[in-house]
């Protein structure tokens, strides 16, 4: 089933908390290469938006009213699988272990976590009923 997203609900903005905002930050914009699009500092925290693609973005914030914990978010970056194992690998992430095909091998992936310990996956999407939802 595919619905069309209303305009004014096309962009979608996840928000990860951290304890060190530089740590964050860093890891984002160096490590896993997101643009940056506004920062917002405050005396209560600060928040850093970033793209991850059109109409999708990552906002790292340390505002001390948060939600604490991890175990519940992973967020998923599609993306060629083993050049980005290759290179967060040389950059010294540590993955759970080595890109594998999952889901019937429709899904090519790697796992491992950022400083503040979120769930990330690498991952190329190959089920092609996602190619056709998206045409």
Avoid at 25 to 43: C, D, K, N, S
Avoid at 65 to 75: A, E, F, K, N, Y
């Amino acid at each position: 089933m595919v619905e069309t997203v209303p305009e004014e609900i096309g962009q979608l903005i996840t928000i990860i908390y951290t304890d060190d905002f530089e740590r964050a930050e860093v890891f984002y914009r160096e490590t896993m290469q997101l643009a940056p699009i506004i920062e917002q500092r405050t005396e209560k925290g600060s928040v850093s938006i970033f793209q991850v693609n059109k109409g999708a973005y990552l906002g790292v914030s340390d505002f001390a009213h948060r939600p604490r914990g991890t175990d519940g978010i992973m967020l998923t970056f599609l993306r060629d699988v083993d050049a980005e194992y290759a290179r967060l690998s040389a950059l010294g992430v540590a993955f759970e272990g080595p890109p594998a095909w999952l889901i019937g091998d429709t899904v090519y992936a790697a796992f491992f976590r950022d400083p503040d310990g979120y769930h990330l996956e690498i991952q190329q999407f190959r089920d092609p009923r996602w190619t056709a939802a998206l045409a």
